[in-house]
C-alpha cells in the first residue's frame, strides 16, 4: 500500500477513536506532487477507510483514479493546496467545538498549552453542509492553521497529517475543559 495513504487510513481511524468525526463525516487528503494530492472517497468513514477509499485527483479536481468519486469537500481541499503551503489538510465535525461554537465565536483558553499550541482561532459561519464560500476560510487559514466552520466543523492544516490532526483534537479537548 502507498504510505501515504496508509498514514491517511490511520489518521482517519485516529479521528473516530477520538470522537472528532462520526458516520460518515469529515474528511483528510494530503499533497503528494506539485499538482496531485491523495483525499478520502465520497460517503466514507473515517473510522473504517479501505485503500480503494483514498484516491488522487489533480489541483482541478478531476479523479486520476478509475471510479473513484472524492470527497464534496474537494474544491474546498483544492483550494487549500492552490492558495497555501499546506501538505495536509484534516476537515472533522467534533461534537463539543460544534456545540461550542454554535453558540459562542470566541474561545477563551484554560491552559498556558493550547493558548500557546492555537493561539487566537477565527470561527468563520457556515451556512451549507459543504464549504461553497471558500475565501474566508482560505483568508482565515493564512492567519492560523486551524478555523472553526460555525455550524459545520473544524479544518486544520500542517505540514503533516499528525500536524493537522493533533491540532483538532487540541481544540476539541480545550472546549471540553472550556464547557467543564
Not at 462520526?22 to 478520502?40: C, D, H, K, Q
Not at 463539543?96 to 498549552?113: H, L
Not at 471558500?134 to 503533516?160: C, D, F, Q, Y
Amino acid at each position: 500500500m502507498n504510505p501515504m495513504k496508509k498514514e491517511i487510513i490511520d489518521i482517519g481511524r485516529w479521528i473516530w477513536e477520538k470522537d472528532l468525526s462520526g458516520g460518515m463525516s469529515g474528511n483528510i487528503s494530503a499533497r503528494v506532487g506539485a499538482n496531485e494530492i491523495l483525499i478520502t472517497g465520497h460517503g466514507t468513514c473515517l473510522g473504517d477507510l479501505k485503500e480503494a477509499e483514498v484516491g488522487r485527483i489533480d489541483l482541478d479536481g478531476k479523479s486520476l483514479d478509475r471510479d473513484f468519486i472524492p470527497s464534496s469537500e474537494k474544491p474546498f481541499h483544492t483550494s487549500v493546496y492552490k492558495a497555501l503551503e499546506a501538505k495536509a489538510v484534516v476537515h472533522v465535525h467534533p461534537t463539543f467545538s460544534n456545540g461550542y461554537f454554535a453558540a459562542r465565536s470566541k474561545i477563551e483558553f484554560d491552559t498556558f498549552e493550547t493558548r500557546l499550541t492555537l493561539g487566537d482561532i477565527p470561527v468563520i459561519d457556515q451556512a451549507t453542509p459543504t464549504i461553497t464560500d471558500i475565501t474566508p476560510v482560505i483568508e482565515a487559514l493564512r492567519r492560523s492553521n486551524i478555523v472553526v466552520l460555525k455550524h459545520h466543523g473544524v479544518v486544520a492544516i500542517g505540514e503533516t497529517l499528525r500536524d493537522a490532526f493533533f491540532l483538532a483534537q487540541t481544540l476539541e479537548e480545550a472546549v471540553k475543559i472550556a464547557c467543564i
